[in-house]
């Protein structure tokens, strides 16, 4: 069922989704940085903190128990399973924001996409891909923060997410930081940045 009757009045929320190691956490942090306007949803994920992230500030980190609990209230927007670990979206601080009038900003998974669709009807999608599919392997392995099971799952993972790009309203390729984040500036209607 949605969880808005209409659209917000300045912006439409907008979905980030792209590979594992494609940059979105760089383009998003210079998009935060520079529009603050934009309020981007902190996730719930099971997964352990990599070295620097900081709970609260990447993501709500919990236990499977303290997940389960957040499905059974419907206190998600969505949910879904990623890799080893499940990742959703707190629902309250989404429709807060939205009233708020900010420019909402969720980053998903393919399957978190379909389902905050439903949720959202006004939500617009982006992809974010590599220049490369070698460009991506690239960038994933110097990230240096997978072992190689998650390695080989996050590029399993990025063939199917490059391969439904027909599904995104707009595919923006993250050849290099600041033409990136200009054309997701355009897209999602928050006019020039200093
Ligand atoms: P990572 O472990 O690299 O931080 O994230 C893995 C994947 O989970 C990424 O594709 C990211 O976009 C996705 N993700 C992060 N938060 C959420 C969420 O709340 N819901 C869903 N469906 N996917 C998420």
Redesign the pocket.
Known sequence: MPVTDSPSARYQPTI??????VG??TVIAALLARHPQVWL?I???T?SP?PG?LDGQ??YFVTDAQFDQLVAERG?????N??T?R????LAPVTEAMAAGRAVL????????R??QQRLPEVRTVLLAPPSWEELERRLVNRG?ETVTSLTR?LE?ARA?LAAADQFDRVIVNDEVERCLAELVEFMGLGAYH
């Open positions: 980030v989704a792209g590979p594992s190691g979105k956490g949803s996730s719930v994920t997964r990599r992230e990447h993501y998600l927007l969505e949910w879904a990623y890799s670990a990742y959703g979206t707190p969720l980053e998903l998974d393919l399957a978190g996409v389902q905050a923060t996050r993972i997410e």
